[in-house]
């Protein structure tokens, strides 16, 4: 058997688990709650894997590495800023947010969640934000799939179509069945892989270059500042790369994670395992890249192309073919964790916060899980046209895509959750500011120097609060559920106010 034969061997397996997992999830799934949010039954480590694998991609595995093999440690302040925010995201968004979209008539999605913490009678808020994370999501679909037909192209010699159409089809069969619960339960398997590989790859390597301090000294031989945290970089620039961990708060394929959870309480287990996932497998990406640069220094007899490969490369090299395999798997579920998510937040905004405005009134359970599924496959195949143009443009718009949802959004969740004078004409105007000024500063000579999520959330928190005081009119109902959700995501709030209040 050739080593391509056992490669490919490892991926068939590795996608026939996917599929099988899909319709696990399509034997649970009975109304359009299960499909969007499985029933608000996820136990914390499988909401915290699911929220990591989705979250991480293919940057994990192939552009962390790269970066940092290419520049050294002071890439390292992404993944940093990264897990600061992804921390905080745990701490203080997710029991809240678990709490406060169930008493505010159980909202399945962040859009019908502000419309109803906002009690907007006019459905723009919704409409708005519905539109925003459908028109992102399309585009963020189509570069999962532009990623997984380069990959295929890359790894096997396959077209790129070839390779986009086994990702998509694949992806889009367990999504499209077994909805959120079969995306979340993928998720877990993929992040499981993820965590393994990222383990095993810089251990095997770093016994090739004869231990850390054979390690260190080859990798000071090609450059000692590739060691340095600050070597090559400016404030701004450390700032802008920090400044990533921001967009956690406005990410609705990760923050719904949260809304599926069994309880508030849970999210405090769901912390400790998900940023537990995420500073492993974060240190064994940025290891396996330092690592890389000593293996490739002694052995200049093996050429690195690109050095998004030098994950790909170093296992290829260092395992048996099969094992090779398993790792190639590990990057495709990356990929193909953040494609599944996406579709399903997505089918969500099709259905919940449009069809479900205009639409049928009084469709039945199982019709509003057909049409979720017609969403996720109307949203695959437009993304999936999108993806073959291969155009650099929408690779450019992907780009900011975080910056855009963490500005357009992530006030708004913060002030929704804790701020009773938020307003919805303050939640508007902020999600169109953090929109706008993330467009302009992202794609002027500014984006250079600072990273336009900072501009963007800052413009869009100020905007929130100065239109949120000139239209805020008080609502006891809106108080009413502010202090229950309080009270149930953190049980000595009531306590604490009571004792304010005498």
Do not use: C
Not at 107 to 127: A, G, Q
Not at 465 to 472: E, K, L, P, Q, R
């Amino acid at each position: 058997m050739t080593d391509q034969t056992f490669q490919i061997i490892a991926i068939v397996l590795y996608l026939a688990g996917m599929v099988a997992i899909g319709y696990f999830a399509f034997r649970q799934t009975n109304d359009l709650d299960d499909y969007m949010l499985a029933g608000r039954g996820l136990k914390p480590g499988t909401a915290a894997l699911s929220a990591g694998a989705s979250d991480m991609s293919g940057w994990l595995l192939l552009g962390l590495p790269g970066a940092i093999y290419v520049s050294g440690l002071v890439e390292a302040w992404i993944a940093i800023g990264l897990t600061i925010g992804a921390w905080l995201n745990w701490k203080f968004v997710a029991p809240r947010l678990r709490s406060y979209t169930f008493v505010s008539k159980n909202s399945i999605t962040i859009p019908s969640f502000f419309e109803n913490r906002l009690k907007d009678t006019s459905r723009v808020l919704r409409v708005a934000s519905g539109v925003i994370i459908l028109v992102f999501f399309t585009f963020y679909v189509s570069s999962g799939m532009v990623a997984g037909g380069v990959f295929f192209e890359n790894s096997f010699g396959s077209t790129f179509l070839t390779g986009m159409l086994i990702v998509a089809g694949v992806t889009l069969l367990y999504t499209l069945f077994g909805g959120f619960l079969g995306a979340t339960l993928t998720d877990v398997a993929q992040g499981i892989l993820m965590f393994v590989a990222l383990v095993a790859v810089p251990l095997f390597a770093l016994n090739a270059t004869g231990g850390v301090t054979a390690t260190l000294d080859s990798i000071r031989e090609v450059n000692p500042d590739l060691l340095s945290i600050t070597a090559g970089g400016s404030v701004l620039g450390v700032i802008s790369a920090a400044a990533w961990g921001l967009g956690y708060v406005g990410q609705p394929h990760i923050i719904v994670r949260f809304m599926a959870m069994r309880t508030p309480q849970d999210a405090t287990a769901g912390r400790r395992i998900g940023i537990g996932w995420m500073v492993i497998t974060a240190l064994g990406a940025i290891a396996t890249a330092l690592i890389g640069i000593a293996y490739f220094q002694q052995h200049p007899e093996v050429t690195l192309g690109n050095p998004e490969t030098v994950f790909l490369l170093l296992s290829q090299t260092l395992f048996h073919p099969f094992i090779a395999g398993l790792v190639l798997a590990a990057v495709l579920a990356a990929i193909m964790s953040t494609i599944s998510s996406q579709l399903i937040v997505s089918s969500s905004a099709l259905v919940e916060d449009l069809y479900k405005i205009v639409g049928k009134k009084d469709a039945s359970p199982k019709q509003l899980v057909m049409l979720g599924r017609l969403g996720v496959l109307v949203v695959a195949v437009v993304a999936g046209l999108i993806a073959l143009n291969r155009d650099s443009t929408i690779l450019e718009l992907v780009g900011f895509a975080w910056a855009g949802f963490g500005a357009a959004f992530g006030p708004v969740v913060l002030l929704s959750l804790y701020w009773k004078k938020l307003t919805t004409w303050g939640a508007l105007a902020s999600m169109v500011t953090g929109a706008v000024v993330v467009f302009i500063w992202g794609n002027s000579p500014l984006g250079d120097i600072m990273y336009e999520i900072v501009p963007g959330f800052i413009a869009s928190l100020i905007v929130a609060v100065v239109v949120s005081y000139a239209t805020y009119k008080p609502n006891a109902e809106i108080d009413a559920e502010f202090d229950t959700a309080a009270e149930q995501a953190h049980p000595k709030y009531k306590a604490s106010t009571e004792k304010t209040s005498a």
